[in-house]
């Protein structure tokens, strides 16, 4: 699939650097906020729209905002480098606050009456969790009121969900509890079932984790929405309803007061779309692994080695589609490969750094072309999805990054600022991934 590039244009980039923590999407904001899921297609926010409560409260500089974005997505590629790896705990660097939590949010209803959150969307996890009323650490002050809910029940031990969950413990009243490791954050949960509503569609029973405890700066304050592949995911709760099928559309960074889309299950999901094969790692099932084969800067295909794009379920390696990224990072040869000819194509203009952004330039300039090569499709990316543009216009940089330097670095990430005004597919059934170009405004 090829799509024509768009025109430089000013990129705001604010940082998520204070949470507002209210949710009040009905008072005085762009009258879009206010639009009503529908069906089984909701509304999805970036965290610093309009729309969204997390918006930040101080203006910083748009180079402050782009190195506060790289030590968060720092993080999260430590955090899903562990994922692969199989460990608890990560290193995260001492004396900063980083705040590594999914950029983009979606409404959810639940317990009966509905209770109204705005959830991270992750697909590089499973299960869901919300903070619940008493909980020890949650900087949110919209809470999850279990005893207002007369739909709501603890799950107990012998349930099997509670095997499904890591590191579960029984509680003194025999219900279910468990702990994890998210980012730079611990987590202790107490698992449970409600009714959940999404959009339209209510789903009652839907187990998920009622926060009691954590610590760190890394779990999103309203709760998570795990859009992963195993047995607590959305997905899998969902089967009879949405046939494991879902797709959605990033809005970017500049559309702040639009929401993309969530559509769940096959229906209303683009017939135009073009596929590459969705990829099984035993060792960690959840994560939605593509056959990266090839990079193209303009019309040169990029001569990456093998080795670094190559899927290999035993080590982990590959590419993962991901939707907490902000930064496509590519493992060191692949991404050296792509950087040295972007350069070759800018000519004699003068390159400069920032932070984790090697490829900089102060001058106008034209520029290449950069296409995704997947087995089965091509998707060639518009500027504003490989480009980072100052408010002044007065910098531009190549908005991708090598992997961070650690022996567990073997996977590319095609992070969201990748994935921004397309609409991608996820089609478990198939085990296929569609993509296509679409503008993300409602």
């Not at 709501?152 to 099997?160: D, P």
């Not at 639009?258 to 959840?286: A, E, H």
């Not at 500027?383 to 073997?410: E, K, R, W, Y």
């Not at 590319?412 to 609409?423: D, K, L, S, Y």
Request: hydrophobic share 35%; with cysteine.
């Amino acid at each position: 699939m090829r799509t024509s590039s768009s025109s430089l244009s000013p990129l705001p980039i604010f940082l998520f650097l204070s949470l507002a923590l209210i949710f009040h999407l009905t008072q005085g904001l762009n009258p879009k906020c206010n639009t009503p899921d529908s069906g089984s297609i909701l509304q999805v926010y970036h965290v610093y729209s309009e729309c969204s409560p997390f918006k930040p409260s101080t203006s910083l500089s748009w180079e402050e905002s782009v190195l506060q974005m790289q030590s968060k997505d720092q993080a999260r590629l430590l955090f899903l480098s562990s994922l692969v790896a199989g460990r608890s705990i990560i290193p995260i660097a001492s004396g900063r606050q980083i705040f590594q939590s999914p950029t983009y949010v979606v409404r959810v209803n639940v317990g009966t009456p509905a209770q109204t959150l705005l959830m991270a969307l992750d697909t590089s996890n499973d299960a869901a969790w919300v903070p619940c009323i008493g909980c020890v650490g949650c900087s949110s002050s919209t809470l999850f009121a279990s005893s207002k809910s007369t739909t709501f029940k603890n799950v107990g031990c012998g349930a099997a969900q509670c095997q499904q969950v890591p590191n579960p413990t029984c509680l003194g009243s025999s219900s279910c509890g468990f702990n994890l490791t998210y980012g730079s954050s611990t987590v202790a949960a107490n698992l449970s079932q409600d009714t959940v509503r999404l959009a339209a569609d209510p789903v009652p029973g839907y187990t998920f984790g009622c926060i009691q405890k954590t610590t760190g700066s890394s779990v999103p304050p309203q709760g998570l929405l795990g859009l992963g592949r195993g047995p607590l995911s959305l997905l899998s709760q969902t089967q009879s309803l949405y046939q494991s099928t879902f797709s959605y559309c990033l809005p970017s960074f500049k559309s702040l007061n639009f929401s993309g889309s969530l559509r769940l299950g096959p229906n209303s999901q683009p017939k135009n779309i073009k596929y590459t094969p969705l990829l099984k790692n035993p060792r960690r099932s959840s994560l939605y692994y593509v056959n990266l084969i090839g990079m193209r800067v303009g019309r040169r295909v990029v001569d990456i080695p093998h080795s670094a794009l190559a899927f290999n379920p035993t080590t982990g390696a590959g590419t993962i589609i991901d939707s907490g990224t902000v930064f496509t990072r590519l493992v060191q040869p692949a991404y050296l490969a792509v950087r040295n000819e972007f350069r070759r194509r800018m000519g004699n203009a003068t390159v400069s750094s920032l932070g984790g952004f090697d490829t900089c330039y102060s001058v106008p300039i034209t520029i290449p072309t950069i296409t995704l090569m997947f087995n089965g499709m091509n998707v060639t990316l518009p500027q504003d999805n490989f480009l980072i543009h100052s408010t002044a216009g007065s910098i531009t940089c190549l908005a991708m990054a090598a992997a961070p330097d650690n022996v567990n670095s073997v996977l590319n990430v095609i992070a969201n600022m990748q994935q921004q005004n397309h609409r991608f597919l996820f089609d478990v059934p198939n085990s296929r991934l569609g993509v296509a170009r679409e503008l993300c405004t409602n």
